[in-house]
Each structure stands twice: as structure tokens, then as C-alpha cells.
């Protein structure tokens, strides 16, 4: 049973509107959560990340939000950019475990 | 600084054939781990390590083996490859938990 989902698998923004992506966790025990990206042909690449203390963490134009309660993490890029298309992931982590969601693949119009 | 480094990046197999796909790392991270992308299934951890002489199993270990004799190396196995097999694979590393994990650019296998 998939123990990190992301529901959509794809979501589209107007340039400079802000995107939402959305991740559910099953899995207690997960207590750090990280956000990557990629691109066709390239290895995922490390966006943002939060620990289970916190419930939100900032780093320029993304914002990650954590929901323990709800078991729920959300990704918020804004304004959001052409060359923010492409592949996001969600990832949890537990006792060295990695574990990924789907994916769900953004597209930025301008 | 090469960071990971895969090989090969494309390969194809006979149904049946056995190989190994490298992963090397320089940055003396302890935690290893190898991944296959298929479409519309995201990212599987196929095994993982915590440190040299290390190894378990992730969510999609049948088909595979791995080895950690050393820090720097985490080869992947195939047996006996199978067209199921037929994806891209991705090797992972990272220096200690709750930090990020660097990515390898990737191997693309085809077992026809």
C-alpha cells in the first residue's frame, strides 16, 4: 500500500498565480518531509524540506505547510513561473527510509 | 565533485540476462538508496542502505540485490532480468537523516 501519495497527477496555473500541490502520508513514524523537482532526462533535484516540529517552513517563492493531524503536506510556489514546470515530488522519511509519492506534473502558462 | 554517478546511463537486456548498475559517490554520505521510475507509479525504493556493510529492503525489493561494501558503492542487481523490469532507475545518497538526498542522473534499462 502506497505510504505517500499525491492525488493529482497533474495541476496547470496562469504565470504568477500561486500553485498548490498536495501530498497525504499513511506512515506514523515519518518525521521529515522534503519536496523535489524534475525534469525529463535529469535525477530529482531537492527543493524544500520541514521537519515534524515545525508546520511550515519558507524558503523564497516555495512554502511548505505540514498537517500532522491531518497527515497532509502541501507545497506553495507563488508567484509561480514558466520555468517552474515540471515534476514534483513529495518524500518522507523514516529510520534512513526514503519514500516518494506519484508525482503530479505542473504546467505554468504564461 | 561528481556528487552520484550512475553507469550505465542506457542498457538493454534480454529477458533472462543478469547486470549490475553502478552507483558511486564522493561525498561520503552514509545512507544509499536505488529507486525505478515508472509512469504514473512515481518513484519505488527498490533497497537502501544506512551504511557501508548495511543493507535492506524498500517497496519493491523482488528481482533485485545490493551489496554495501564500502561507503562509496552501492551496485544494484539484476538477477534475471524480466521486461517488468524495463525502467529508469535512480540511485540516491545523503550524509545522515533530515537532510536532502542528492540524485544520480539516472539509468535507463530496457529488457526486451
Known amino acids: 500500500d502506497q505510504q505517500v501519495k499525491q492525488n493529482s497527477p497533474s495541476l496547470s496555473v496562469q504565470e504568477g498565480r500561486i500553485s498548490i500541490l498536495n501530498c497525504d502520508y499513511t506512515n506514523s513514524m515519518f518525521d521529515y518531509f522534503l519536496w523535489y523537482k524534475k525534469y525529463p532526462a535529469e535525477g530529482p533535484t531537492f527543493l524544500i524540506s520541514?521537519?515534524?516540529?515545525?508546520d511550515k517552513n519558507e524558503d523564497g517563492r516555495f512554502t511548505v505547510f505540514l498537517n500532522k493531524s491531518a497527515k497532509h503536506l502541501s507545497l506553495h510556489i507563488v508567484p509561480s513561473q514558466p520555468g517552474d514546470s515540471a515534476v514534483y515530488f513529495c518524500a518522507a522519511s523514516a529510520l534512513g527510509k526514503l519514500i516518494f509519492g506519484q508525482g503530479t506534473t505542473l504546467q505554468v502558462k504564461p | 565533485n561528481a556528487g552520484v554517478t550512475q553507469t550505465p546511463k542506457f542498457q538493454v537486456l534480454k529477458t533472462g540476462q543478469s547486470m549490475t548498475l553502478q552507483c558511486a559517490q564522493d561525498m561520503n554520505h552514509e545512507y544509499m538508496s536505488w529507486y525505478r521510475q515508472d509512469p504514473g507509479m512515481g518513484l519505488r525504493l527498490i533497497h537502501y542502505?544506512?551504511?557501508?556493510?548495511?543493507?535492506d529492503q524498500g517497496e519493491v525489493p523482488n528481482g533485485y540485490n545490493v551489496s554495501r561494501s564500502t561507503t562509496e558503492d552501492f551496485p544494484l542487481r539484476l538477477l534475471s532480468a524480466a521486461p517488468s523490469q524495463t525502467s529508469v532507475y535512480f540511485c540516491a545518497s545523503r550524509p545522515v537523516l533530515y537532510t536532502e538526498a542528492f540524485f544520480g542522473q539516472g539509468t535507463r534499462l530496457t529488457v526486451v
Open positions: 542502505s544506512v551504511g557501508a556493510g548495511i543493507t
Open positions: 520541514i521537519s515534524s516540529i515545525k
